[in-house]
């Protein structure tokens, strides 16, 4: 990085830092206490970033003297982009200023307005789950003199220079991110500043980095007087790249005991997409300020239009695909894409043209071209040359013919499950150029790069002699001593990673749960989402708000998810295991009824957490043990897009199809192995052919309300007493009986059901099953037997509520199910 980005990079990081302490009941402009207090902090900075941050402001920037090639100016105009990314002024008046005002989330635009909704902050640094909430709270001058107090002590444990710019971006990210960058209350007070500094920052180093690339030595004169042309000049680069085959790699491994290893493939994943936005960075001389989004497989980075960034976006993209073919083959690419756009572009001016749109709609087709023209002539010609060694095997986890170990599994799957307790139990992802004990290789600009999983201590020491450090990542967690250090938010929750343990944790049967959700119409919310529909559509559609929207979706899946998961009690802890939790989407297996519970947190959280704005779908598959870990990942996959087409999506299925595949004389040897395994496990797994259609789909209000709300809590209710194993004056051989008959009585009344045709059935046969389980009048059950036996009557007339009953059903068979 060049000396004068990185110092652009700090000042603009740090030109806001003043509103901190003007909130704590200074009188002073913020402007002059940031100065005051990056002076301090910084006592070896530039002198030029101390004028950065103390004449940011057009008024006084224009009487200041200081030399035409200041910082101040790159400042200046960063600081007018930044803001007119975020800044978007309401329908309430004139400008008024509240110190106290807390912010909103950055959801109350999305997909219409959810007005009256707060963020709490918590200052601690922790990274505690903060919900929206409806009351306001009051954010006095004594929180803001809490967290000017933890942000100087956190700068004593940092230096500066570029190895800290990342640290010190993980620490205000810690600190600033829920809380206002304005305080005007005739604005939207949903732009944190964080996410204003962050911008501000990306803005900034892209006009240095394009004004050393143009010569551009009067910076008064281009981005101060004649700052209105220079906002329609083409200087930034929009950058996007998407990471190919991510579900082959993951679920393609073929064995029960690989499902360890399947959150060691997706861990792997993650950490190359990060890795590969961290190399195109540091080629383009930039820090994780530039870094937009990443998640997902995906990722958007902000970078300076010169030809050498270009011509490094084609150099690191080309090293990592063919890294990736020499390992993988075709099975993983990285196509990417990019536009070049303007400051006005970037701020959707003017905003009838919505160039906003039309930036992201060429990236999207650039990478939709890339991903069809893959491989140049050399790739392809060695591709042709591939010669398979005589005698090779397949792995047996994978499945690709490779040098296997002893055990039969190749280098990589060998690599994924020796570090899959690395990952589960170690914070620490150390990469360097020194190969030294390693766990595994990443690509790197001039060479392979080593990744050692470890501890906070040991990464320390490490760091100390090495001269081919690279960067260290640290997950969760920030670790403000560790230079070169940035923060991964990692979706890791794990109560065991063996399938047979956690289908052993179950209630009732032992089955394993899977789980696949993913956010509904997210691309559409991504570009979209902040139009309105009528009056000024535009007035929330900025790059500022897409940036604060991605993050906190990534906070969500890659964060709080842990805290869903673990409860607020040891009790709430759930058996599951993540196997993916990327930036909209989720995966996870364990104990089938907390799996089913993991699903309805994820669903109540997100809902609150997204004030209404967004709405999730999920797929729920309950699977004997030994089902390969491939077929139930495809499965749930199936069972998740059955609820993605139900009207209004924010839907659930449930449970395996259950139909047997017929074979074809078309069918490929593989394709015939394929249908026979799943006919297999259908059944031997009999009651998850309860439903022949393929599950059963329901609106999560439904599925909540009238399924387990009604249906199931109505089973319970009545049928609880036959299963009680603590009733001391019963014979055991009674409790047995009870059990029986109550186990018959629901899967007679499942047959009756399921054998309706439309709206008839044979009513006089379920009246009979339902007499052959009526108490004494004098019975303390009797009365729970009469509202079961009215409600079933009721329901069996309706088709809806048939569905939900067997639904409900089905559920609290598996409850009571002892193998």
């Known amino acids: ?274 890795h590969y936005a961290d190399e195109i960075l540091e080629a383009t001389g930039l820090a994780r300020t530039n870094l937009l989004y990443s998640g997902g497989g995906h990722c958007y980075l902000l970078l300076p239009n010169t030809e050498e960034t270009v011509a490094q976006l084609q150099r ?82 994978c499945g690709r013919t490779d040098h296997l170990t002893k055990d039969g599994v190749c280098q990589w799957c060998s690599t994924f499950e020796l570090m899959s307790e690395k990952i589960r139990k170690l914070p620490v992802y150390y990469i360097t150029k020194t190969k030294g004990q390693s766990d595994f290789s990443l690509p790197g600009s001039d060479g392979d790069v080593y990744v050692t999983i470890t501890d906070v201590e040991t990464a320390k020491k490490m760091v100390q002699n090495d001269t081919g450090l690279c960067r260290i990542y640290t997950k969760n967690k920030m670790y403000t001593g560790v230079r070169y250090a940035t923060r991964l938010h990692i979706g890791d929750y794990a109560a065991d990673i063996w399938v047979n343990e956690l289908a052993k944790r179950s209630t009732g049967i032992e089955r394993l749960g899977v789980c696949r959700m993913d956010v509904d119409n997210l691309g559409e919310a991504f570009v979209g989402g902040f139009e309105e529909k009528e009056g000024n559509r535009q007035r929330y559609v900025t790059i500022s708000r897409t940036s604060a929207f991605s993050r906190n979706m990534s906070l969500f899946f890659k964060n709080y998810i842990n805290q869903i998961f673990s409860g607020s009690k040891p009790d709430d802890a759930l058996n599951v295991l993540i196997i993916y939790s990327g930036g909209d989407d989720i995966f996870f297996v364990g104990a089938w009824n907390d799996v089913i519970e993991g699903a309805k947190r994820i669903e109540k959280a997100f809902e609150t957490y997204t004030c209404g704005s967004l709405t999730i779908s999920a797929g729920i598959g309950i699977f004997d043990e030994t089902y390969p870990v491939r077929l139930f ?95 001391k004056e019963s014979a055991a051989s009674d409790i047995k009986d009870n059990e029986k008959r109550g186990m018959a009585f629901l899967y007679r009344m499942t047959s009756l059901l399921r054998e309706s045709a439309d709206d008839s059935l044979n009513l006089a046969r379920l009246a009979y099953v339902l007499s052959r389980l009526e108490p004494s009048k004098q019975s303390s059950q009797y009365e729970p037997y009469r509202k079961m036996k009215d ?27 002892a193998r």
């Open 1 to 274: 990085m060049k000396k004068q980005t990185e110092n652009a990079v700090y000042a603009c990081l740090y030109h806001d830092i003043g509103k901190i302490i003007y909130r704590t009941g200074k009188q002073v402009k913020h402007s002059e206490l940031g100065y005051e207090f990056v002076r301090k902090e910084f006592p070896d900075m530039d002198p030029d970033v101390y004028d950065a941050v103390r004449y940011h402001h057009g008024r006084e920037l224009k009487d200041a003297r200081i030399s035409p090639h200041s910082l101040a100016y790159i400042t200046y105009l960063a600081d007018n982009i930044s803001a007119g990314l975020d800044r978007r002024e309401n329908d309430n008046g004139q400008m008024t200023f509240k110190r106290d005002v807390a912010l909103s989330p950055v959801f109350i635009h999305m997909n219409g307005e959810h007005p009256g909704y707060y963020l709490r902050p918590e200052i601690t640094g922790k990274g505690g789950c903060v919900m929206p909430q409806k009351e306001q709270p009051v954010l006095d001058t004594r929180s803001y003199q809490y967290l000017e107090d933890r942000l100087r002590a956190n700068i004593h444990q940092m230096s500066t220079g570029e190895p800290w710019i990342n640290s010190h971006l993980a620490m205000l990210e810690s600190l600033t991110s829920q809380i206002p960058s304005s305080t005007n209350v005739a604005e939207s007070v949903d732009i944190s500043l964080y996410d204003h500094l962050k911008t501000t920052a990306a803005a900034g180093a892209c006009l240095s980095e394009y004004a050393i690339a143009e010569h551009i030595t009067d910076y008064k004169q281009t981005f101060m007087t004649h700052e209105k042309a220079f906002r329609d000049e083409k200087c930034f680069l929009m950058y996007s790249a998407d990471l190919s085959g991510i579900q082959n790699f993951i679920y393609t491994v073929q064995t029960t005991h690989a499902l360890k290893t399947l959150r060691s493939r997706s861990f792997f994943l993650e950490l190359l997409m990060e």
């Open 316 to 397: 690191i993209n080309k090293l990592f695909n063919h890294w990736l073919f020499e390992r993988f083959g075709i099975l993983l690419y990285i196509a990417h894409g990019y536009a070049s756009c303007s400051a006005n572009d970037l701020m959707n001016k003017p905003q009838e043209g919505n160039p906003y749109r039309r930036i992201f709609r060429t990236v999207s087709d650039k990478i939709a071209y890339h991903k069809l023209h893959r491989y140049d002539a050399e790739t392809l010609l060695a591709m042709n040359n591939q010669k398979q060694a005589s005698g090779s095997r397949e792995c047996k986890v």
């Open 633 to 727: 990942a495809e499965k749930t996959g199936e069972l998740e897009d059955r609820a993605k087409q139900h009207k209004g999506k924010r839907a659930v299925t449930l449970f395996e199809a259950g139909r047997q595949e017929e074979e074809t004389p078309e069918d490929t040897e593989k394709e015939k192995q394929k249908k026979q395994e799943e006919n297999y496990y259908r059944a031997s797994n009999r009651p998850a052919t309860l439903f022949e259609k393929g599950g059963q789909t329901y609106d999560w209000t439904t599925y909540l309300r009238k399924v387990e709300g009604e249906k199931l809590a109505t089973l319970r209710e009545f049928f609880n007493p036959f299963f009680k194993h603590d009733q």
């Open 791 to 817: 409600a079933v009557y009721r329901w069996a007339m309706s088709p809806d509520d048939r569905k939900q009953l067997l639904t409900a059903i089905y559920l609290y068979v598996y409850e009571r199910r």
